[in-house]
Structure formats: C-alpha cells, structure tokens
C-alpha cells in the first residue's frame, strides 16, 4: 500500500486470482505464491511534473505537491516453502495525484504501476503447470 497514493490507484491483481475467491474455505489453503512490492530506494527519482491539489480545509485551498518518477521491485515466493521463485522490476507509469487531499498540505507524490503491466509480468507464473 503506498500512502501518497489514492485507494482506487492501488496495485490490485485479477480477482480470480485471490485466495479469497474460494467461500468458506481458509485463504492459506488455496495460496501459492505471494507477491511482495517494494520501494526501490536505489532508483535515482527525479521531478517528473507537479500536482494541484485542493486541501479539504476550511479555506479550500489549492497547494501544489512535486510528482516524481519511481521503480519497484517485486518479489514473488511460493507460499508453502517461502522459496524466492522471482525477482523483477517495473517503473511506475501512473499518476497518483489526488484531487481533494485530506490532512497537511504540500508533499510528494510518486508515479505507480500500471496494473496491467503488473499483471502482465505475473502472469507467467501464476498459470504456470504446478508439479502434482
């Protein structure tokens, strides 16, 4: 989850692919890999655009926030062995400026993944033929 980014721009996988989908059932059973996304601090970020955001106070005042480029690593391990099974990268594409910012003005916000291309890079594993 990244907290400079609006709820409806978070990274989120097709619903048949969540352990959830199975009613009744523990999610444990039906998961097999679990995805981990993490903030690549190495990737030199730079200014990229800025945001006008209006602020929810009293006023309704509009502030501007810098909007940066960044890269994340994503980390895949097979959940019943905890076994790394792979590593990429992908550079984020989406704006995450928010319209309406609740709380302290100013900040910095960062470009996030396209969920298709999440997806996409995914995909060969998560339909890979299973040992079994």
Request: proline share 6%.
């Amino acid at each position: 989850m990244h907290s400079y980014a609006p709820g409806e721009l978070e990274s989120e996988l097709p619903v048949e692919w969540q352990s959830q989908r199975h009613p009744g059932m523990y999610p444990q059973q039906y998961t097999q890999l679990v995805v981990c996304e993490y903030f690549d601090d190495d990737y030199p970020s730079k200014k990229v655009d800025t945001c006008t955001c209006t602020y929810n106070t009293s006023t309704g005042d509009k502030q501007t926030a810098e909007l940066r480029s960044a890269r994340f690593t994503y980390r895949i391990f097979e959940a019943k062995t905890g076994k790394q099974v792979s590593r990429f990268s992908l550079p984020g594409t989406v704006n995450s400026c928010r319209a309406v910012v609740y709380g302290a003005a100013g900040g910095t916000y960062y470009r996030l993944v396209l969920n298709d291309e999440l997806t996409a890079r995914l995909r060969p594993l998560v339909m890979a033929r299973r040992p079994g």
